[in-house]
């Protein structure tokens, strides 16, 4: 047997209210998805994400969908996500997102941008040549995904400084990629 | 007229306030609550929380086919060791109020002294039976009072018929006493006593072993720690600590030496890892001396 879902949700629950330091593997659609929720439904502030395309497939497993939707519906709330790839702009999430950005009145709260090439490097050159996906909740909170294909990822509620190298690499990557509408990227 | 020379064996009659005193802890453990409530309940509760939190933490890394923590557990308190603590203690108990019970006419010439070899047999049937059931405490035989109560009867039918027995058996062998007086008290003294001492010998091979599976766990975090740091780039591939990180490093490298891979990347350690992982898990649930809970 895998570990019941239910009861990894109580034990990341645990992890998450006691501010635990633990590092923790994550595995398996069902099991991001529930920590994926818990991490935004703890997020106070920003959420900072390098993913592949933001793709439907994790991001509408209804646990994860229904915490993004509560995270967006809290205005003032930051969500900062580089994509790596602009295939999925017409899906339902990045579509989420954009709707989101015109209600903001592009306010700067929300902002989705495609990686440049050069971006792409400086993630290689920090993850061993891995084009590593991650996500960043406000100061403390990381999920770094190793293996995207299978939802692998190593993640921890209460770690500053994997979080301040994370942070410090988003934003280094961010400032060189290009705005990404829901009619693809904007060259700057 | 020259004084008797003074008799200097060691007689029950001696250690009744001992036994007594043992008699009335054994009886504590027919009392089920206190058993439940007892501080090494907790550490069946230690483990149970160590396999849970190991499960949890390396979610995707574990094989599928786990067993759950209750099925990892069960076997380990209420439903087996407290009935057999019930079971060894029973039979302390009754032996040692039976003893209580002699040492009343242990001064008896008639009734007393010469019961002495019978008590020989006895201890050791006794002795013998409550390492059986320590060791082999998961069969229902040694769960309960039934079994210790149907010895405990079939011992005083033999102290009954000791005579008759011996006379019987001094046929074909002489089954005259091995032990002298003094060391039959020790032993029978012994016996009545050797529950509750290999009751905690168990709960601390029990607690040995929570903390070999402990130090296991600290060793593969640690680990885990190393991969972590390698996927977040806080580690780089040429900085990889070979010595902390040798089981890992060292099934690379045998796959590297079987061309299984081209390069030791990211890829190879993550594969790695979980090997690695998955053995630990394999390991946490299968170590002999994971048997001797």
């Given at each position: 047997m895998c570990t019941p879902l239910e009861e990894y949700r109580t034990y990341l629950n645990k992890l998450v209210e006691a501010?635990?330091?633990?590092?923790?593997?994550?595995?398996?659609?069902?099991?991001?998805?529930?920590?994926?929720?818990?991490?935004?439904?703890?997020?106070?502030?920003?959420?900072?994400?390098?993913?592949?395309?933001?793709?439907?497939?994790?991001?509408?497993?209804?646990?994860?969908?229904?915490?993004?939707?509560?995270?967006?519906?809290?205005?003032?709330?930051?969500?900062?996500?580089?994509?790596?790839?602009?295939?999925?702009?017409?899906?339902?999430p990045l579509k989420a997102l954009f709707e989101e950005q015109k209600k903001r009145e592009f306010d700067g709260t929300i902002q989705v941008r495609l990686i440049s090439e050069k971006g792409r490097n400086m993630i290689k050159d920090q993850f061993n040549d891995a084009l590593n996906n991650f996500a960043v909740f406000d100061d403390d909170m990381y999920r770094l995904e190793y293996d995207p294909q299978n939802y692998m990822a190593v993640g921890s509620f209460n770690q500053p400084?994997?979080?301040?190298?994370l942070q410090t690499l988003f934003k280094n990557v961010f400032e060189i990629s290009n705005p990404l509408t829901s009619n693809g990227a904007i060259a700057s | 007229m020259e004084p008797l020379p003074a008799d200097t064996n060691l007689y029950l009659q001696g250690f009744a306030p001992l036994i007594q005193l043992w008699a009335g802890i054994c009886l504590l453990f027919f009392y089920e609550p206190l058993l439940n409530g007892f501080p090494f309940k907790s550490l069946s509760d230690e483990v149970k929380s160590l396999y849970e939190g190991f499960l949890n933490q390396f979610n995707g890394l574990i094989p599928k086919d786990t067993i759950s923590p209750e099925e990892y557990v069960k076997d380990h308190w209420s439903n087996h060791f407290v009935p057999t603590v019930k079971c060894v203690a029973s039979m302390c108990f009754f032996y040692?109020?039976?003893?209580?019970?002699?040492?009343?006419?242990?001064?008896?010439?008639?009734?007393?002294g010469g019961y002495y070899p019978a008590l020989q047999v006895m201890d050791t049937i006794v002795c013998i039976y409550i390492v059986a059931a320590i060791v082999f405490y998961r069969y229902k035989i040694f769960?309960?009072?039934s079994s210790s109560t149907i010895l405990f009867i079939i011992l005083l039918i033999y102290f009954h018929s000791h005579f008759k027995i011996n006379d019987f058996c001094c046929n074909y062998y002489v089954l005259g006493p091995i032990l002298d007086l003094s060391q039959i008290t020790i032993y029978t003294v012994f016996t009545c006593i050797s529950g509750v001492i290999l009751v905690c010998v168990r709960l601390l091979i029990i607690w040995i072993v929570l903390q070999g599976q402990k130090r296991s766990v600290n060793k593969i975090y640690r680990d885990f720690q190393i991969f972590a740091n390698y996927n977040l780039g806080k580690?780089?591939?040429d900085a990889l600590p070979e010595n902390k990180y040798s089981r890992i490093m060292k099934r690379c490298n045998e796959k590297f030496k079987r061309g299984e891979i081209i390069v030791i990347d990211a890829n190879a350690f993550q594969d790695a890892m979980k090997e690695e992982i998955a053995k630990e898990y394999r390991d946490f649930t299968n170590r002999w001396w994971?048997?001797?809970?």
């Open positions: 501010k635990s330091p633990l590092l923790f593997s994550n595995g398996g659609k069902d099991y991001a998805s529930i920590l994926m929720s818990i991490l935004l439904k703890h997020t106070k502030k920003s959420i900072h994400m390098f993913c592949e395309g933001f793709k439907p497939d994790l991001i509408k497993s209804p646990e994860y969908w229904n915490a993004l939707k509560k995270y967006l519906n809290q205005k003032g709330k930051e969500l900062h996500v580089i994509v790596n790839s602009e295939d999925y702009v017409t899906e339902e400084n994997d979080v301040c190298l | 040692s109020v039976f003893i209580l019970a002699f040492i009343g006419i242990e001064g008896n010439p008639k009734y007393g769960h309960g009072f580690i780089k591939r994971i048997k001797l809970y």
